[in-house]
């Protein structure tokens, strides 16, 4: 536990590289379009849980893996954010299954310590094109529902994403109470593209540490 505490408070974060593709507004509601590196993730599945519930179990167990609790007993450092694959019900309510996430920091990423939780497992992703938006505040099921709701409603018919999944990010430890960022994510799918909102960027932009 210790050792989990130091690395989170001590050690620099690391941001997840993303590049922004375009930016938009609609109905007050600011997004982007970002695509996102690939990489190697520390993954745990929790389920028969509430959201809130069940993403604090799986973001603990993150943080005490990249605390040390692994093969070699190190601490690897942190990365941000940590993303919460939530999979929504008709109604927009959200089931009691997360994913919860972590990117494995660079100098880890060819060789990633074997977790010493084995529901904690490694997975080598993609990069990914995804839409965000960004909201403050200490984020919970509600938040990331209604904004998931409002992300929906902006991009409406010109984009083609996922339905079935978004991801709920954090990029702040509990102890900061103000200037947090939380994001909802929307994957978008290959089927279609969203028509250019402003000209492309071609600078890379990194996650605040």
């Known amino acids: 536990m210790l050792g989990m505490i130091k690395n989170s ?29 690939g990489g190697r993730f520390a993954v745990v599945e929790v389920v028969g849980k509430p959201f809130d519930e069940a993403s604090k179990e799986g973001v603990l167990k993150l943080l005490k893996y990249v605390g040390g609790t692994n093969d070699k007993g190190i601490g690897m450092g942190m990365t941000a954010p940590v993303s919460i694959t939530a999979f929504p019900a008709e109604d927009g309510s959200l089931q009691q299954k997360v994913k919860v996430s972590l990117r494995i920091p660079s100098q ?30 200490y984020a919970k099921e509600t938040d990331y529902v209604s904004y998931a709701a409002k992300l929906k409603s902006a991009l409406g018919s010109e984009a083609a994403y996922h339905k079935d999944f978004y ?23 290959p089927k279609k593209q969203l028509k250019h909102l402003l000209p492309l960027d071609s600078k890379f932009s990194h996650l605040p540490t």
Not at 167 to 189: A, L, T
Request: hydrophobic share 25%; net charge negative.
């Open 108 to 137: 880890f990423q060819a060789n990633p310590p074997c977790p010493s939780d084995e529901s904690i497992k490694i997975e080598e992703k993609q990069g990914m094109t995804i839409y965000s938006t960004q909201f403050g505040g």
């Open 167 to 189: 991801f709920c990010n954090g990029y702040d430890p509990p102890m900061k109470p103000y200037g947090r960022r939380n994001e909802v994510i929307s994957c978008r799918s």
């Open 9 to 37: 408070l001590l050690s620099t974060v690391e941001a997840w590289p993303y590049q922004v593709l375009r930016k938009g507004e609609k109905e007050q509601l600011s997004y982007e379009e970002r695509v996102c590196e």
